[in-house]
């Protein structure tokens, strides 16, 4: 077993670690969608176009808050959008998850780490801008398989109630999430790119 993974927010009031954070334990990608684009922008980061957002994906079992956990911070795009968490002291984007529990998930904001080099080159970009206005995938099945083999073994060990992102008699985050309105959504859509 490696060494955990330290990580925390821009102002150090949350940090944290990743267990099993190698290039094995999870995938290391690098998305280019609007939405990711998006939320970056909402949390008054420079849009990241065009090198897009650097994400490390694992399940949520594996990641430990050591501090700040009532720091976190909570948005969604939209009414069903992905769970944005980020540290509510500065506004660092840290994780994104599902809307449940009971489907473990969870990116890591790679800019958050403490040595990055540890989860091993990236090897998914996904929403890769195209000429004609669409976007494709690189190493796309790769992702996939490794995010629903993660998933499948944290759902049939247990290991998914484990999870700092969730009451775990409700189910209900741990935080309020804010709904961004279609205006707020709309002023925050980053141009082609």
């Known amino acids: 077993m490696t060494r955990p993974l330290g990580f925390s927010c821009t102002c150090g009031a949350i940090r944290g670690s990743i267990?099993?954070?190698?290039?094995?334990?999870?995938?290391?990608?690098?998305?280019?969608?609007?939405?990711?684009?998006?939320?970056?922008?909402?949390?008054?980061?420079?849009?990241p176009a065009p090198e897009g957002v650097a994400i490390y994906q694992t399940?949520?079992?594996?990641?430990?808050?050591?501090?700040?956990?009532?720091?976190?911070?909570?948005?969604?795009?939209?009414?069903?959008?992905?769970?944005?968490?980020h540290a509510a002291c500065c506004d660092a984007p840290l994780f994104n998850t599902l809307a449940r529990p009971g489907l473990p998930f969870v990116?890591?904001?790679?800019?958050?780490?403490d040595d990055p080099a540890r989860i091993g080159p990236v090897v998914v970009?996904?929403?890769?801008?195209?000429?004609?206005?669409g976007a494709r995938h690189k190493g796309a099945g790769i992702m996939v398989w490794r995010m629903l083999s993660r998933m499948a073994s944290a759902r049939l060990s247990g290991r998914w109630r484990q999870t700092p992102f969730?009451?775990?008699?409700?189910g209900a985050p741990v935080a309020q999430a804010r709904i961004l309105t279609k205006a707020e959504r709309a002023a925050f859509a980053p141009s082609r790119g």
């Open 107 to 113: 990116g890591v904001h790679v800019a958050r780490l």
């Open 19 to 47: 267990d099993n954070a190698t290039p094995r334990g999870g995938t290391h990608l690098v998305c280019h969608c609007a939405d990711c684009r998006a939320a970056e922008l909402v949390l008054g980061q420079p849009d």
């Open 166 to 170: 969730f009451d775990p008699a409700t």
């Open 125 to 133: 970009h996904s929403f890769l801008p195209q000429r004609d206005g």
């Open 59 to 85: 399940t949520p079992d594996m990641i430990v808050l050591d501090s700040g956990a009532d720091r976190l911070g909570l948005m969604r795009l939209s009414p069903k959008g992905l769970l944005r968490w």
